[in-house]
Protein backbone atom coordinates (compact mmCIF):
# COMPACT_ATOMS: atom_id res chain seq x y z
CA UNK A 1 0.00 0.00 0.00
CA UNK A 2 3.29 2.14 0.89
CA UNK A 3 3.56 1.87 -3.17
CA UNK A 4 0.80 3.00 -4.58
CA UNK A 5 1.36 7.04 -2.74
CA UNK A 6 4.75 7.44 -4.28
CA UNK A 7 5.55 8.69 -7.97
CA UNK A 8 6.68 6.55 -10.38
CA UNK A 9 10.91 7.39 -10.12
CA UNK A 10 10.89 6.99 -6.61
CA UNK A 11 9.81 3.16 -7.20
CA UNK A 12 12.42 3.04 -10.15
CA UNK A 13 15.20 4.49 -7.62
CA UNK A 14 14.06 2.39 -5.22
CA UNK A 15 14.63 -0.46 -7.33
CA UNK A 16 17.63 0.35 -8.45
CA UNK A 17 19.07 0.39 -4.60
CA UNK A 18 17.58 -3.08 -3.64
CA UNK A 19 19.47 -4.51 -7.08
CA UNK A 20 22.43 -3.47 -6.27
CA UNK A 21 22.22 -4.67 -2.00
CA UNK A 22 21.40 -7.73 -3.87
CA UNK A 23 24.41 -7.79 -6.17
CA UNK A 24 26.41 -6.98 -2.82
CA UNK A 25 25.05 -9.89 -0.83
CA UNK A 26 25.51 -12.11 -3.35
CA UNK A 27 29.21 -11.55 -3.71
CA UNK A 28 29.13 -12.13 0.35
CA UNK A 29 27.13 -15.13 1.12
CA UNK A 30 28.17 -17.96 -0.95
CA UNK A 31 25.08 -19.92 -0.49
CA UNK A 32 21.68 -18.38 1.64
CA UNK A 33 19.76 -20.14 4.06
CA UNK A 34 16.14 -19.69 3.10
CA UNK A 35 13.11 -21.35 4.91
CA UNK A 36 10.33 -23.25 3.11
CA UNK A 37 8.37 -19.49 3.11
CA UNK A 38 10.94 -18.37 1.61
CA UNK A 39 11.39 -20.74 -1.08
CA UNK A 40 7.60 -21.25 -1.67
CA UNK A 41 7.39 -17.04 -2.10
CA UNK A 42 10.19 -16.82 -4.43
CA UNK A 43 8.73 -19.65 -6.22
CA UNK A 44 5.23 -17.88 -6.54
CA UNK A 45 6.89 -14.63 -7.20
CA UNK A 46 9.00 -16.04 -10.07
CA UNK A 47 5.41 -17.18 -11.88
CA UNK A 48 4.36 -13.45 -11.85
CA UNK A 49 7.18 -12.51 -13.94
CA UNK A 50 8.81 -13.56 -17.47
CA UNK A 51 12.09 -15.99 -17.69
CA UNK A 52 13.57 -12.93 -19.07
CA UNK A 53 13.67 -10.91 -15.47
CA UNK A 54 14.48 -14.14 -13.37
CA UNK A 55 17.73 -13.08 -13.53
CA UNK A 56 16.98 -10.77 -10.49
CA UNK A 57 16.44 -13.60 -8.19
CA UNK A 58 19.55 -14.50 -6.77
CA UNK A 59 19.05 -18.00 -7.29
CA UNK A 60 19.40 -19.61 -10.90
CA UNK A 61 16.07 -20.70 -13.18
CA UNK A 62 16.72 -24.13 -12.59
CA UNK A 63 16.84 -23.75 -8.44
CA UNK A 64 13.26 -22.00 -8.73
CA UNK A 65 12.25 -24.87 -11.17
CA UNK A 66 13.43 -27.40 -8.72
CA UNK A 67 11.57 -26.16 -5.97
CA UNK A 68 8.40 -25.76 -8.09
CA UNK A 69 8.81 -29.09 -8.60
CA UNK A 70 9.51 -29.91 -5.02
CA UNK A 71 6.45 -28.15 -3.78
CA UNK A 72 4.28 -29.73 -6.30
CA UNK A 73 5.71 -33.19 -5.62
CA UNK A 74 4.88 -32.95 -1.73
CA UNK A 75 1.42 -31.56 -2.34
CA UNK A 76 0.38 -34.13 -4.71
CA UNK A 77 2.08 -37.25 -3.47
CA UNK A 78 0.77 -39.68 -0.90
CA UNK A 79 2.10 -41.03 1.74
CA UNK A 80 3.46 -44.96 0.52
CA UNK A 81 1.49 -47.97 2.08
CA UNK A 82 2.57 -51.54 1.50
CA UNK A 83 0.72 -53.40 -0.78
CA UNK A 84 -1.17 -56.56 -0.56
CA UNK A 85 -3.80 -57.46 2.92
CA UNK A 86 -2.92 -55.58 5.96
CA UNK A 87 -1.33 -58.08 8.63
CA UNK A 88 -3.62 -60.15 11.19
CA UNK A 89 -3.43 -59.25 14.74
CA UNK A 90 -1.60 -61.23 16.85
CA UNK A 91 -4.18 -62.93 19.05
CA UNK A 92 -6.40 -64.20 15.89
CA UNK A 93 -3.09 -65.76 15.16
CA UNK A 94 -2.57 -67.77 17.86
CA UNK A 95 -6.18 -68.67 18.41
CA UNK A 96 -5.90 -70.25 14.87
CA UNK A 97 -2.42 -71.46 15.26
CA UNK A 98 -3.66 -73.29 18.57
CA UNK A 99 -6.81 -75.12 17.59
CA UNK A 100 -4.65 -76.16 14.45
CA UNK A 101 -2.42 -77.99 16.88
CA UNK A 102 -5.36 -78.84 18.62
CA UNK A 103 -7.17 -80.76 16.17
CA UNK A 104 -5.07 -82.12 13.55
CA UNK A 105 -7.42 -83.99 11.81
CA UNK A 106 -9.76 -80.79 10.36
CA UNK A 107 -7.59 -80.33 7.46
Known amino acids: MVLFGRGDRAKEIEI ?11 H ?3 RPDLSDGDR ?5 QSRLLP ?3 WKSFFVTPA ?4 WHR ?14 G ?8 RDAVV ?6 PTWG
Not at 63 to 66: A, E, G, V
Not at 71 to 82: A, C, F, Q, V
Open 63 to 66: TLLR
Open 40 to 44: VLLAA
Open 98 to 103: RLAREN
Open 70 to 83: RLITRKWTYPRRRP
Open 51 to 53: RSS
Open 85 to 92: RPSTRADI
Open 28 to 30: QVD
Open 16 to 26: VVLRHQGTVLR
